[in-house]
């Protein structure tokens, strides 16, 4: 029986690792339909912003009440992680609490995660009543509507029910250990689960091991089920906030990367001497579909975890314009999952022939002012500024489609040198009057 | 008092063998627009005042490129860099200050990939500089207790990360500086970035312009201070909008300067 216990958990595992495996080779993949762009330069700088905003969270706590909440959820997260390993290594070998030979560390360890489990369930039972009672409008703008909604809210009842079972487990084993049970070694100390003994007392240590072993797995299948599900989910925040921290832009914020293709035909027609003649002519400008954005943007959109602190900074959105930087992002992941599939489908060569233009408009791309604001507010340093103006450079240097006013403006900088309709021998008139 | 002022351009000065320590980058708002064109008179005043060797190009300055860039024209944009990349460098240029966040954006981060090194300043530095190096004083302050609330333009601030010399002029100025909630990181845009100033808004509910002045008119302050000129329209265009123009100005750090040192 116990064996058969061994056995299954080991099939399990295997099941749930090869999963999770071919999820992050799809995202993998999927990411890499972004174009090359190398960025390895300043490494400490990179490292430093990882530790600051990943690992430090710095930027989510800008927003208190969030963010102290967000971090007692992640530092519970990743504690109670050495817990899990524990329970990898039972399921595995047989044993229980294979670690409590530590003593006293392993008790005060138990307690502290019984500690943190218990402020994790709480902050997730406060998340969900800002999300539906409180009804922060963040939660429900548009591009919220359906599964993104309902991806959030299944989110965080998978974290409540996976820290109750922890907890009930538990207290199921600690009555056990009372009981003198055996397997059951008394080990561990249990400051929040004591007070469910009560609960789990007048059975006979036959049920209690079952109540034991039930939450046990329920314990350890909902985390492997959970493993499965991140992937597909805007969850996956939690493991790729490190390296698109990493990856983060270092230049200012203002600095809008020059297209070298561009001056290379600049300066075919300014300077030949200078411009390299056996340069390719660019294939294309600016960005149409995924596949011409960066691996960068990609990792950026799968990033992101739609909290949406970029669409209420907004100064488009925030007065009423389509714009929405988290639907830009969003948009951008649909997009790659879209075209991921088609290509697993009918193979690398395929392209559908739709484009991110078919999911983003004009009128969202145009209301942006490039005030930055969506990138500061970011708590994982996605750039939802480039994509946008990437894809107004394909409109207007492939399909010359800029709002009249910007083709006038664009016609009295060519011919005026200034985007107003003066000559530019008046430029100096100013100087007369002082 | 300063009636009078001859600008000198680059090209004059070359022409007497001299060569300016500063070039002046007017930009084509400071130059063409009636309301920024006094921003950049104040400013001409202050560099006239406190001895500097300036120049401007005059008429051989052209558009950075900058809102062509924004709007996703990169060609047109790099075809200005160059031109004027060319001129400034012919000049021998080295150090380059300008009134305009969005021409100190496109010149210090933008031309140095294609040629064009220059140290850059935005106007809000050079007069913090000079009132650290005590080349510009002011006695009692014009501005003593007086509320005054100071606008963050977006290019100067959040994209260049300067937030503290216009807040240091507003200090020396003896203001009593009255922030708005959203300023410095947070600052909201004034609604003309991105090459907004030269279109329509989309369709919304709200201007940007109207949304940041009555933040600003909530301070109960009777100037917001500006550091850019497209800023300085939408801000002024929005105090008019809420009827409140014979109570609150709308005012460029080198005005407020200008008008400390009654110049």
């Known amino acids: 029986m116990q064996y058969l216990e061994q056995i299954l958990f080991v099939i399990v595992l295997g099941v749930a690792i090869f999963f999770f495996t071919k999820s992050v080779k799809r995202i993998r993949r999927n990411i890499f339909l972004g174009k090359d762009k190398e960025i390895n330069d300043n490494k400490p700088e990179r490292w430093k912003t990882m530790i600051r905003v990943a690992l430090g969270q710095q930027k989510m706590v800008v927003r208190p009440i969030a963010g102290i909440l967000h971090i007692l959820i992640y530092v519970g997260f990743i504690l109670i992680n050495i817990e ?16 409590a030979f530590l003593g006293p560390v392993y008790d005060v360890a138990i307690g502290f995660f019984e500690i943190l489990a218990l402020l994790v369930l709480l902050s997730c039972i406060f998340f969900l009543t800002r999300r539906w009672i409180q009804k922060i409008p963040r939660f429900h703008s548009v591009e919220m509507k359906g599964w993104p909604s309902k991806d959030a809210t299944y989110i965080l009842l998978i974290e409540i029910v996976l820290m109750a079972a922890l907890l009930k487990m538990n207290a199921a084993d600690q009555v056990l250990q009372a009981k003198g049970a055996d397997h059951y070694i008394a080990a561990g100390s249990f400051p929040v689960s004591q007070f469910l003994v009560p609960f789990f007392e007048p059975f006979s240590i036959s049920t209690l091991i079952v109540f034991e072993r039930v939450l046990w797995w329920a314990h350890i299948l909902g985390i492997l089920a959970f493993l499965n599900y991140i992937p597909f989910s805007k969850h996956l925040h939690i493991f790729l906030a490190f390296p698109n921290t990493y990856y983060s832009r270092l230049q200012p914020a203002g600095e809008f990367s020059n297209m070298p293709e561009v001056t290379n035909e600049v300066k075919l027609m300014l300077d030949p001497s200078s411009a390299d003649p056996n340069a390719p002519p660019p294939e294309k400008f600016g960005v149409n579909d995924v596949t011409d954005l960066t691996w960068k943007n990609m990792l950026d959109a799968y990033t992101c975890t739609e909290c949406g602190r970029c669409t209420s900074v907004c100064p488009a959105n925030i007065t009423g314009k389509k714009l929405s930087p988290r639907k830009i992002m969003m948009d951008t992941r649909d997009r790659a999952e879209q075209l991921g599939k088609e290509k697993d489908r009918l193979g690398s060569e395929y392209h559908d022939g739709s484009s991110l233009h078919d999911l983003i408009s004009k009128e969202e791309l145009w209301a942006c002012t490039t005030c930055n604001a969506c990138v500061e507010a970011c708590p994982v340093n996605i750039n939802p500024v480039e994509i946008i103006y990437g894809m107004r450079q394909y409109l207007v240097m492939e399909k010359a489609e800029a709002p009249n006013e910007l083709n006038m403006m664009n016609t009295n900088i060519e011919n005026n040198q200034a985007p107003w309709q003066f000559s530019p021998a008046d430029r100096a008139n100013w100087t007369k009057e002082i | 008092m300063s009636e009078g002022i001859k600008v000198p351009t680059v090209a004059e000065m070359v022409a007497q ?3 300016p320590d500063i070039l002046f980058w007017v ?11 006094k921003i950049t008179k104040a400013f001409v005043k202050i560099l006239h005042h406190t001895g500097i060797k300036y120049a401007i190009l005059g008429t051989e300055e052209t558009c950075t490129g900058d809102p062509a860039k924004r709007a996703g024209n990169e060609f047109l944009f790099q075809m200005q860099a160059m031109a004027n990349i060319a001129t400034l460098n012919a000049y021998e240029i080295t150090k380059i200050v300008t009134t305009c966040p969005h021409c100190f954006n496109t010149i210090k981060n933008e031309y140095p990939e294609l040629g064009g090194k220059y140290e850059v300043m935005h106007h809000t530095q050079l007069l913090q500089e000079l009132i650290d190096d005590g080349k510009l004083t002011f006695g009692e302050g014009a501005f003593k207790g007086r509320k005054i609330t100071y606008h963050d333009s977006c290019y100067l601030g959040r994209a260049n990360g300067v937030y503290d010399a216009p807040r240091r002029i507003l200090e020396a100025l003896d203001a009593e500086l009255v922030e708005m909630k959203r300023c410095r990181k947070n600052g909201l845009c004034c ?9 329509e808004a989309e369709e919304g509910k709200k201007e940007v312009n109207i949304e940041r002045t009555e933040e600003a008119l909530a301070t109960g302050a009777n100037i917001i201070s500006a550091n850019c000129p497209f800023c300085t329209t939408m801000l002024g265009d929005g105090v008019k909008h809420e009827n409140s123009e014979d109570k609150v100005e709308v005012l460029d750090l080198a005005e407020l300067v200008a008008q400390a040192k009654d110049l």
């Open chain 2, 27 to 37: 930009g084509c708002a400071g130059s063409f627009d009636e309301r920024a064109q």
């Open chain 1, 84 to 99: 899990v390993l524990e329970i990898l290594i039972d399921g595995i070998f047989g044993t229980h609490r294979v670690l």
């Open chain 2, 17 to 19: 063998g001299e060569k």
């Open chain 2, 191 to 199: 609604g003309a970035g991105g090459a907004q100033m030269f279109k």
